[in-house]
């Protein structure tokens, strides 16, 4: 059986660091070229949200999506 990782992550704007958005994800890679592309979220790509600054692991995605729930996120400065 394969393990799998399931990433709590969250994005800024890179240009002005004013937006924060919190996401889920089982390929944080993936996800983050999504994001760096404008696909999938409407609210990071009109925010212009694309620059990763943190990140959890889980494994499993019940406990993620638990996670993401518990706002805020301590992000770094």
């Known amino acids: 059986m394969r393990h799998q990782n399931y990433f ?3 994005l800024t704007n ?3 660091h004013t937006v924060l ?3 889920v994800t089982n390929s944080l ?3 983050a070229s999504e ?3 404008g696909v999938g979220s409407a609210f990071a790509r009109q925010y212009n ?3 990763l600054i943190y ?3 889980y494994s499993d995605p019940t ?3 638990a996670r993401e729930k518990l706002r805020p996120v301590k992000a770094p400065r």
Do not use: F, M, T
Request: aromatic share 12%; net charge positive; charged share 30%.
């Open 8 to 10: 709590v992550y969250i």
């Open 14 to 16: 890179a240009d002005r």
């Open 21 to 23: 958005y919190i996401g």
């Open 29 to 31: 890679e993936r996800r």
């Open 35 to 37: 994001h760096s592309l």
């Open 49 to 51: 949200a694309h620059k």
């Open 55 to 57: 990140y959890e692991a």
């Open 63 to 65: 406990s993620a999506i």
